[in-house]
């Protein structure tokens, strides 16, 4: 929730004008993320990572993309068992989650921002329900979580991965045109 989340950033900075330098130091960088996630402009985060991690993050990406074109298939003719595995191995796919090193979950950390880590959050957390929902047999609620997710890729992708998808870009960012 992100009012919240808000108030403890303020309470953040509050108590980090009486710490210790390097206290202030982790300060500034929360302060950092607190600007990311209200930030209008679109960010390329992913071109900050190490080839190692970006090319894990699309890996997953390609995961993901595989998984939603397998639910599809299994949604349309009720194969519940089918969609539900496939569900949670996207809900499981998470990068932050996987055998990462110390050092590559702290790179992660420091160089994604915080609202990109939420999206995915939301993301695998919604995958998560969508199995849940298929495990009841639930095909009207399956189909709400599913567009729930599409929607979180087009988000993602225009707000963090604007120069790979330029299609996501909003046309109003261009020049006018007759
Ligand atoms: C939280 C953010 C986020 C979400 C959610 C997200 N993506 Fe991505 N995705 C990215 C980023 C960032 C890149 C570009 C990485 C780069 O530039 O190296 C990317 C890249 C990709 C690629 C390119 C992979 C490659 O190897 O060429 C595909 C395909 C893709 N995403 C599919 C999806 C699909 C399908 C969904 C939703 C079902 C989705 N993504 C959800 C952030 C996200």
């Not at 950033?9 to 108590?15: D, G, K, P, T």
């Not at 539900?84 to 499981?92: R, V």
């Not at 998470?94 to 990462?100: N, P, R």
């Amino acid at each position: 929730m992100p009012g919240t989340r808000r108030t403890t950033l303020i309470v953040c900075c509050c108590a980090a004008l009486l710490m210790a330098p390097a206290a202030y130091a982790q300060h500034d960088h929360d302060h950092d993320h607190a600007h990311d996630k209200v930030a209008e402009k679109p960010q390329d985060p992913a071109a900050a990572l190490s080839p190692k991690l970006r090319a894990l993050l699309n890996e997953e990406m390609r995961l993901i993309d595989g998984g939603m074109g397998d639910l599809a298939s299994a949604i349309s003719i009720g194969d519940w068992s089918s969609v539900a595995k496939t569900a949670h191995k996207i809900e499981q796919s998470f990068i932050i989650k996987q055998k990462l090193t110390e050092k590559d979950a702290a790179e992660l950390h420091d160089k994604l921002p915080a609202g990109f880590l939420e999206m995915d959050h939301a993301f695998h957390r919604t995958s998560g329900k969508l199995a849940h929902a298929a495990t009841a047999h639930d095909a009207e609620l399956v189909n709400f979580y599913v567009h729930r997710m599409l929607d979180l890729c087009v988000n993602c992708h225009a707000k963090y991965a604007p120069n790979r998808f330029p299609g996501l870009v909003a046309p109003a960012a261009e020049p006018h045109r007759h």
